[in-house]
């Protein structure tokens, strides 16, 4: 990553929720083409989370902390807020001297910017500025979050403005945090009445169907773009008698996870591969 800086704009997006087993199967089904053709060998990697909740897993994120390998370790990290004693943390290592790696960003010139789903980016409460409040801007509407069905391409409409705004000569940090997968997530299957695999499944559809439009928005930038693409948790549907998580279970613990890069002009503005 340090080669990268400055050069590149840098892309972090958060599936909330996403399960790595949903993500897997419906990539190898076919069912989700979008994301097949970005992710390295079309191929999700299998990794697990620092936390089993959306605040605690992107706490560690925004540190260095990203979902890491299954294989036993330590595995060198992509970047890492400098602290003593850290062994995860090598000479290919982006370290940097600051708590986060939003603010270290900003120090080197990148706008940063959130784009907010899940109710932890609700500026509402003071509990939900607090991860927003690490960014140049911020934006959160309720047409953004878990409750409407169209969150994605709410969020999507948001970054076409964003993106617009910011001089090209700038290097730009984009966090999108989406929201579809988490639960209810009922809607996206039609005629269902609870939350299940499936209706969890049928999100991930969804949110595959409009991903183009995100990675169009980046590439048509004319420079790069670094993307980092995971989910923070899992959640359970029943297993073992879970639902839902915050707690310790593999389902919970157990997410996907692609890092590569995308080159100016590979999308185009209808969110196909150009």
Known sequence: MKTLLGSHDLLLVTLDTLRYDVARDLAAAGRT???????????WERRHTPASFTYAAHQAFFAGFLPTPTSP???????AAAFPGSVSATEDTWVFDAPDVVTALAGLGYHTVCVGGVGFFNPASPLGRVLPGLFAETHWEPEFGVTAPGCFEAQLDRVDRVVATVPDG???????NVAALHQ???HYL??????SLASHAAALEYVDRHVGRLFAALTGRGRPCLVVLCSDHGTAYGEDGHTG????HEVVWTVPYAQFV???GTWNRTGNPA
């Not at 370790?73 to 970047?79: A, I, K, N, S, Y």
């Not at 700038?170 to 999108?176: A, D, E, I, S, T």
């Not at 039609?190 to 939350?195: H, M, R």
């Not at 998580?245 to 310790?248: E, I, N, Q, S, V």
């Open 170 to 176: 700038r290097p730009l940090f984009l966090f999108v």
């Open 245 to 248: 998580h915050r707690f310790g």
């Open 262 to 264: 995308l080159e100016p």
């Open 190 to 195: 039609p005629g269902a009445g609870d939350d």
């Open 184 to 186: 209810p997530n009922r």
């Open 73 to 79: 370790g330590p595995h060198p990290r992509l970047f």
């Open 33 to 43: 083409p979008n994301l097949v053709r970005a992710l390295p060998g079309g191929r």
